[in-house]
């Protein structure tokens, strides 16, 4: 285990759907991150909380939300998606963005829009 | 535009061989070069990693050579195993501005035994 947890780690949604991705760091860290993991594509960025605050949002589609309430959670909210979106969504938490420090990966979400 | 390009994208060695796993980049910014290992149904876990002061870093069987006037780093698997088959992922990370991983395409390995 790497200390960040997701969950779930499976979701199958339809289109009309809405739920939530959950993420949570027992390690301290001062960041976190989401990632999109699709088949042959480069993880993708999509969002940056530092010290609870978003300082990127990687020109991601609004039906794409987070929410990080303190620093040890992050959630990603899921309303009206493509199929398309189905992917792999991964957590990371680093301890200092202004570092160069090590990124710690949940598990990963595996989502399916039908 | 994909700002690090990683090959190849898969890999097949026999075991006791050498892995190379090649990435370029373009942007100088570019001031920190980890290589994270992902196991099926895992998260990308760090392996290696960096920095543009040195030209090699070694760990184990594992190396990075690299360089700087060209822009590309490499990783090396010396006397590759079965249980080293898994997908790589070079990365780099800015010295300012966005504090994020920008991450290669992924190279599939397999170690055959």
Request: proline residues 6%.
């Amino acid at each position: 285990e790497t200390g960040v947890t997701q969950t779930p780690r499976h979701l199958v949604m339809g289109m009309t759907n809405k739920k939530s991705l959950k993420c949570e760091q027992h390690l301290g860290h001062n960041a976190m991150y989401w990632y999109k993991q699709s088949a042959k594509k480069p993880l993708e960025l999509m969002f940056v909380y530092n010290f609870k605050e978003q300082t990127e949002n990687n020109s991601v589609p609004s039906r794409f939300s987070p929410e990080c309430p303190n620093s040890s959670h992050l959630f990603l909210h899921l309303h009206t998606l493509q199929p398309e979106d189905s992917a792999l969504y991964l957590c990371a938490s680093s301890q200092d963005p202004t570092e160069n420090t090590e990124a710690f990966f949940g598990q990963g979400t595996r989502l399916t829009v039908v | 535009q994909q700002q690090v390009k990683q090959s190849p994208q898969s890999l097949i060695v026999q075991k006791g061989g050498i892995s190379i796993i090649n990435c370029a980049y373009e942007n100088t910014a570019f001031d920190y070069f980890p290589w994270y290992q992902q196991f099926p149904g895992k998260g990308p876990a760090l392996l290696i990693a960096i920095r543009p002061d040195v030209s090699e870093k070694k760990e184990g069987r594992f190396t990075i050579s690299f360089n700087k006037s060209a822009k590309q780093f490499s990783l090396h698997i010396m006397d590759s195993q079965p249980g080293d088959s898994a997908t790589y992922f070079c990365a780099a990370l800015k010295d300012t501005g966005r504090r994020a991983l920008t991450f290669g395409s992924g190279t599939r390995l397999q170690v055959q035994p």
